[in-house]
């Protein structure tokens, strides 16, 4: 059995880890801390837990991790950064949900986080963990930086139209639209019910920290400078992220059909739809796959990418599970077979 | 591998039989009938099954169905029992989640459905499938009447309590709050969007189909005449059920508490709360739990018990998959330890 | 034109207030206090007032408010009573939308609120602001003590009941569901729409604040001692308050009917709905009115009234200007005559 | 007084005119039709109605509808080219809500609504309602065609841009989110709360009835052939719609913002939010306001404009209550200056 830690099990992310690693069949998840929370069990703040987890929250120390196998961070950013270079001398694999380790450019890193990055010397050996762009390179990783949400949605839409050089990548637009549960578990003004509920609204249009993500993700794989203009929308549901990408493509909707179904033809967790279709954000609630669907309106340049994820599965705690999976040479679907909740 | 066929495969109730199934390891769903959209692919009605069901709409007609082992009805009340006899004869078993078979007076059964019982022989038959109250007679049972899913959370909230004679069976009340996908997927402005989002209602008031049932289950466990007021309400969400039970109870809270952990003890699905909780729907959505918990106000006589279950789950499809591991000797939780989907 | 402050101009019920007074013809609100939002102008906070209100919060002192006629207190509880005296002294009127003047007994009210009562000598001044009960008073008064949400449900609901000595007064029970604005705004955990969105519970079953307002208020006016069962719960939507009620009455439903339809025959917002029917809370939303109807299941001793406010409106902020236009001698309706927003 | 005819008073935006137009000063509302509720009393049907009309529905016949001053037609597209003709010449003013009038090419018409045109050549007579833009044409009209809801906030927000040819007309995006009262009160399984609720999608984005509308619109102010991709999605909220434009324009966005400032500077109805805001569809709810702020992400050539309204009041009944008193010569916001309902 992988014994597992969960630093910081008491936000949706990490909760949505214990949801899906109660489950897995080679994981026993041995650690999940909390700092406000010590000396609580698990499932007295997560009654949904109860009879699945038998855990208690510990104050997040190196010394208790040390005995887990991998030590997944679902801390709000500039937490992993203080643990990571020390449980990875230990040989503990890391696998962060936080942003830590996503940009390849500390300087970068500051600028949108706010912050010093403590150890940028790692930042070079963190795999990125997009499965569907970078699977081998995950299977050797010690130390994975799981996407964010909003990136996770985005590139898997755009990928098969920039490997293949396919769209004109000067004027790209992702307008997205997330869940509610994207803001975390926070005593917040902005996302009580009372404010998000029965109202939407965009948000960070001036620049959201993903954007760098998304650019740095479509860059490497575009090889070349890309202009991408993103906008975030919060919509009043709890989970689920919509993209809706444009940009000018050549070629029929049929040959982009095509491309997309080859392109994804062998993974499990991304699934492109019959042209025509709508990808609906419940058909994917509490799965971990994306689902993809593609239009050309009135025949035009403009190609039209829809792309849906559940944020807090395949946006969070079940593309790191993916990750696991594969680090330790697991079946990579293994706890992550599970059907949407419809309705 | 059992095959299970499922007749009327396009409600909520049937899609969630779907859900379910198509992850149990003994079963394997070999028929899914649906009058309307006959020749469709399951998934292409419902996108959330893609990868997980290969089938495809059929007529529902009994040569199709006898080659199965057990016959799921998911229909609206009046079809399981126009084609039980007939698969019942030809030793298939027989599970119905309509309310065809639940009451055992006939007469009863036409007036609050409106029509004539046609083969109400059968209903001496069949086993009334709440495992916690019937399990030894529905291991042995070829036909089950499933629970609704206000009685349901009804009864387990009140059972120990009437097993053992400590309350006034004369006043009971239920005043019962129900999810909109209770009312079925049915073309219907009642259960709009724009009419029930954002509201909160009663409704049937005078009498629902429900109160009948809940008054024979009681009444059997009593062993005497009971005064119910039973009152539902519809609530802006679309799964969960959530019961709040009043009565004139003896004795002390303590003692009332340990009743119920002690009459639940064993019981893999009903989850005693620890005393002062208040469950909440969203910890059971998804999952086949109903979690119970009880106060005594003011330390006065009244007492109120608090149950929660996921009407599409415990409340239907969850409960008639754990009527038929009964049936089939199988573990009474297989396809069933899945985790509430929270947030 | 009247002079209005209002004091707590940020919470829900402060801008609610806000919302109607803005276009009352004859009053003008001159000063709007917050402590944190000092300096900013109230439609930067709430643009949903921008080009009703020119107002800018300014600091909550005596100094200030003292030049405006009437002072209402949006305020959470403890803070009215620190300032009321003083106002009062200078003639101006105060209405209090929090709870520090409605409980009689100043020992009570320390031990529901928990913390002491600085001005106890005022509290039999002040007049509980429900029109239908005191209207004559309300009109002769300096302070209003304006009754919480769940108490003006109940108590409309069960008044003509009680006053005509009609009910069993010793069994009674109110099951209430809130919509979450009830709540205020405060960043909490509980209230975010991940929490509250999609769930539905009860809360506080083992003692509410608003248990003794509604047993006092009961009280009064059936002249005995009241046993009342008291079960608040959340329900997913913003806005609203539904009250099932339910007692031992005498007498036939007819008779019930017609007492209800005369006891508020000329009140112009507690609206008795035809025998038979269900209000929703969906019919009041952003109204002053109650809508109440009456049922007799089975026709039995049990009586069932269902009751419905909007809890910001006729819950607080509509029902607090209903006072202020009986103390100034306006007409009681005056900005009142709004039509709830459906859908 | 003006009499005010409505036909088809049982939609969404037919309730709707009668909840502004019930308080109107200036106007009686004295038809109300609906074929499937002849003889019932409107505040049967809607009880948020009760104590503000009088009338009851009657079948919709030229010979009662003669006797009103202006017939508004909230009914299917279909109906209203039925009865026009005979109405105008009768002397009665239409307002149409509905599409029959709205593109001024009788064929493309046809093409998008499936039937013929039975009256074509009323279409040119017809004025596009859209006051911010025709209000001289609106004062003198006789039949108004009503802009739909998402052109509504589509045109709005691109208005001053094209205007003054600051804008790339060949590529522009318009990404439309829309609350599900704009599919109207009809019994459909697609906006059941089940289906919509906590779920998002893009729908009919190979072509939407709105399309052309909005491209007729675009290219009357632009004087030039116009690019549009418009990509309307479901959002699970009741009322609102969320416009998110994306173009390349010329100038610094101090320049843009100015030039929406002074543009909408004496709208009552247009209101330009300081730069930097985000709009929120609460903030305008049951009121006839469009809010909109300006964006230029990373200092790029994009610009990115937010326009909000709510559906059924700017982009249906407020806006037609605009047109009738620009129409009749009185104040244009009469019944108008209502705040919108927040929380």
């Known amino acids: 059995m992988i014994r597992a830690g969960i630093v910081g099990g008491t936000g949706y992310t990490g909760v949505e880890l214990l949801r899906i690693l109660a489950l897995h069949t080679e ?35 190196v010394e208790t991790l040390v005995e887990c196998d991998v030590v997944f961070f679902a801390t709000p950013n500039g937490t992993a950064m203080l643990m990571a ?34 150890c940028p010397d790692l930042i070079a050996d963190a795999v990125y963990g997009l499965p569907e762009l970078n699977r081998e ?6 130390l994975i930086a799981c996407p964010g949400c909003y990136p996770t949605a985005v590139q898997l839409g755009f990928l098969p139209l920039l490997e293949n050089d396919r769209i004109d990548v000067k004027h790209l637009i992702a307008d997205v639209k997330s869940g509610v549960s994207g803001a975390g578990r926070k005593a917040e003004l902005a996302t009580l019910m009372s404010e998000t509920g029965e109202s939407f609204k965009a948000y960070a249009v001036g620049g959201h920290r993903h954007l760098p993500e998304i650019v740095q993700g479509l860059e490497l794989v575009a090889r070349k400078s890309v202009g991408l ?34 392109r994804y033809a062998s993974e ?12 609906d954000t419940r058909n994917v609630r509490g799965s971990n796959n994306c689902q993809i669907s593609l239009h050309q309106p009135q025949g035009g340049q403009t190609i039209v990418v829809l792309s849906v994820i559940d944020n807090l599965v395949k946006g969070a705690a079940g593309q790191a599970v993916q990750n696991m999976n594969l680090m330790f040479g697991l079946k990579e679907d293994l706890a992550l077979k599970t059907i949407a909740l419809y309705p």
């Open 27 to 61: 994981v026993e998840v041995s650690v999940v801390t909390s700092r406000s929370d010590t000396g609580l069990r698990v499932d007295a703040l997560y009654p949904s837990l109860r009879g699945y987890i038998d855990a208690v929250f510990s104050l997040p120390e």
């Open 85 to 118: 270079e020390q449980l990875l001398a230990r040989g503990v694999k890391v696998i962060d949900l936080s942003a830590d380790f996503r940009l390849k450019d500390a300087q970068e890193w500051s600028k949108w986080y706010g912050m010093e990055h403590v």
């Open 137 to 142: 390179a995950i299977k050797k990783a010690d």
């Open 229 to 262: 203009t993103f906008v975030p929308h919060l919509t009043p549901m709890i989970r689920g992220i919509h993209a809706t990408l444009y940009g000018q493509a050549q070629g029929k909707l049929d040959d982009v059909q095509a491309l997309y179904e080859q």
């Open 268 to 279: 499990s967790f991304v699934d492109v739809l019959p042209q025509g279709s709508h990808p």
